[in-house]
């Protein structure tokens, strides 16, 4: 994930490349919450995803995905733990295809 702007909205870029090559863009809108009662550093995180194309079996994509998970900033070095969820759509994917 990368970001595309700060505050006052925060947009993100994320790429997934699949093991043969194909690519999955995706734009969207993070929001991290700091966890109550946790160490500083500590956040929850959930992104909205609008799927925008890619390349290869992607090469015309659309649909939404979103992910939950927790943010570990301050960690060295800092990790994130997601879970990813939602639909992928285009003339090029097939139902049940890995």
Same mark, same amino acid.
């Given at each position: 994930?990368?970001?595309?702007?700060?505050?006052?909205?925060?947009?993100?870029?994320?790429?997934?490349?699949?093991?043969?090559?194909?690519?999955?863009?995706?734009?969207? /809108?993070?929001?991290?919450?700091?966890?109550?009662?946790?160490?500083?550093?500590?956040?929850?995180?959930?992104?909205? /995803?609008?799927?925008?194309?890619?390349?290869?079996?992607?090469?015309?994509?659309?649909?939404?995905?979103?992910?939950?998970? /927790?943010?570990?900033? /301050?960690?060295?070095?800092?990790?994130?733990?997601?879970?990813?969820?939602?639909?992928?759509?285009?003339?090029?994917?097939?139902?049940?295809?890995?």
């Amino acid at each position: 994930m990368t970001l595309l702007s700060t505050m006052p909205v925060v947009r993100s870029l994320d790429i997934f490349v699949t093991k043969s090559g194909d690519v999955l863009r995706a734009e969207g /809108l993070p929001v991290r919450t700091p966890i109550p009662g946790a160490p500083p550093g500590e956040f929850s995180v959930h992104v909205d /995803l609008t799927i925008t194309g890619g390349w290869g079996k992607y090469e015309g994509a659309y649909g939404t995905m979103e992910f939950d998970g /927790l943010g570990h900033t /301050l960690a060295v070095p800092p990790t994130t733990e997601l879970i990813y969820k939602g639909t992928v759509c285009g003339p090029n994917i097939k139902a049940n295809e890995n």
